[in-house]
């Protein structure tokens, strides 16, 4: 897989496991593509990466995780839903358009611990 397309399925996946809700635009906003790249995008994770990770549902107007759900490129750990924001608010200050679709969520840091190797 192209490095910008394994990341673009580990976003699929990370949002819509944490969310609850993907859509076009979380990649789109992400990403900076069109909305059919988007969703050529999780077309092509749904066909080749992960058949029957996410269905579609038209009353949340966007894909949901499956009953059966199972990561196939990420851990599926909190972690990496954490990752994500914190990126978005380390980028944000220096690019200023830059929307990861994380905009009414709030991060907290923890404490800094010492920590022996």
């Known amino acids: 897989l192209r490095w910008e397309l394994l990341m673009r399925y580990r976003l699929i996946e990370i949002v819509a496991l944490w969310e609850g809700r993907l859509t076009t635009t979380h990649l789109i906003n992400s990403f900076g593509i069109a909305r059919q790249q988007a969703s050529k995008d999780i077309n092509s994770y749904l066909r080749e990466i992960a058949p029957g990770n996410l269905v579609y549902d038209a009353k949340l107007r966007?894909?949901?995780?499956?009953?059966?759900?199972?990561?196939?490129?990420?851990t599926g750990l909190a972690d990496e839903y954490l990752h994500a924001l914190a990126s978005c608010k380390d980028f944000a200050h220096t690019f200023h358009q830059l929307d990861l679709g994380f905009a009414h969520t709030e991060l907290l840091q923890p404490p800094i611990?010492?920590?022996?190797?």
């Open 62 to 74: 966007g894909y949901k995780p499956s009953a059966t759900f199972t990561p196939k490129v990420t």
């Open 113 to 117: 611990r010492q920590v022996d190797p």
